[in-house]
């Protein structure tokens, strides 16, 4: 097997770390999926990824096309339903789907529609920000982990053509022995650094010195972790330690996604991060209190956002 055709729904933060080197790589196998004002924004504005004006060949979903060989979902959370739909057209008998979303579902939502047998999972360990169709971040910095759900043996022949693919296009990647203990470890990474930024309105360099923000962070990880055992996710207090660190190498500046959501005055990931946790917390009967106070005070941000919309009323 030998990946030709890739296309990508979703160029923003995630997506511009794929497009430019694939683009690169496959010329006009490369194509990314838009329709109505996205596709004309796309078409007419491009987007700027490092400081290069990029305007990708689009697939409109409504069309027919031949099959892509690999389709790669970089949307939020909040448009992976649409996603889902508009590669239909695009996914054949041998196309493979990789959804690098955030979270701990979106792998089996892609595959309840398409099948497992094209459905890989996989995730991004990556700081990008994209503003008004601009991304400027170091393109060896991070990297997107794949596989089938174990990896601890021979690899399959449809993660070894990824792996070729990823190789040719210099797209830094890992391939976890357990890809569902790397979910969920970076999950537990997710609800400590990007929903306590979101609460204090901080960006990633506090936790290389503010103790106070760190106790947060490491409390909302715990909660994680408790809820990972109960589901036979080997988890531990070791990865919280370990996640201690790493934060620690995200450029100063750097904001996570729901942070840069609420600034901007869109619609977050909530439901997907401290929501999921809460839910979570209540199949399994463990106690989530810092993830309840992110979950309300978000929401509250969200309402403060949607009040700046409204004509004031006096009374």
């Keep these: 097997m030998e990946i030709k055709k890739v296309s990508l729904i979703g160029l923003g933060a995630m997506g511009a770390f794929f497009a430019p080197r694939l683009a690169q790589t496959l010329g006009e196998g490369f194509t990314v999926v838009a329709s109505g004002e996205r596709r004309e924004r796309l078409e007419t504005r491009g987007v700027t990824i490092n400081g290069v004006n990029y305007k990708f060949p689009i697939a409109d979903p409504k069309d027919r096309h031949e099959p892509a060989d690999l389709v790669i979902i970089a949307t939020k959370d909040t448009g992976l339903a649409a996603a889902i739909e508009d590669i239909a057209n695009l996914v054949g008998p041998g196309t493979q789907i990789m959804s690098v979303l955030n979270g701990t579902e979106s792998e089996e939502k892609v595959a309840a529609a398409y099948g497992w047998e094209r459905v890989l999972w996989s995730y991004m360990r990556a700081s990008i920000a994209m503003k008004d169709g601009v991304a400027d971040f170091d393109p ?9 759900r174990k990896n601890d043996g021979p690899l399959t022949g449809r993660v070894l053509a990824i792996k070729a693919l990823f190789d040719r296009a210099k797209i830094p990647y890992e391939i976890d022995a357990d890809m569902i203990f790397g979910i969920w470890r970076k999950f537990m990474s997710n609800i400590g650094e990007n929903m306590t930024c979101a609460l204090l309105g901080i960006p990633f360099g506090y936790f290389r010195w503010c103790d106070d923000a760190n106790a947060i962070r490491e409390a909302a990880m715990r909660e994680v ?25 995200i450029p100063y500046a750097n904001k996570p996604s729901t942070l840069q959501d609420l600034e901007a005055g869109r619609p977050t990931e909530l439901e997907m991060f401290a929501g999921a946790v809460l839910r979570m917390g209540r199949e399994t009967g463990v106690e989530t209190p810092v993830n309840w106070m992110f979950y309300h005070a978000i929401k509250t941000y969200e309402a403060k956002n949607r009040e700046k919309e409204r004509p004031h009323q006096e009374g």
């Design 140 to 148: 060896n910095w991070g990297e997107v982990h794949f596989g089938e």
């Design 225 to 249: 972790v408790s809820i990972a055992q109960k589901k036979g996710i080997g988890l531990s207090e070791r990865d919280v330690a370990r996640q201690s660190e790493r934060v620690k190498n």
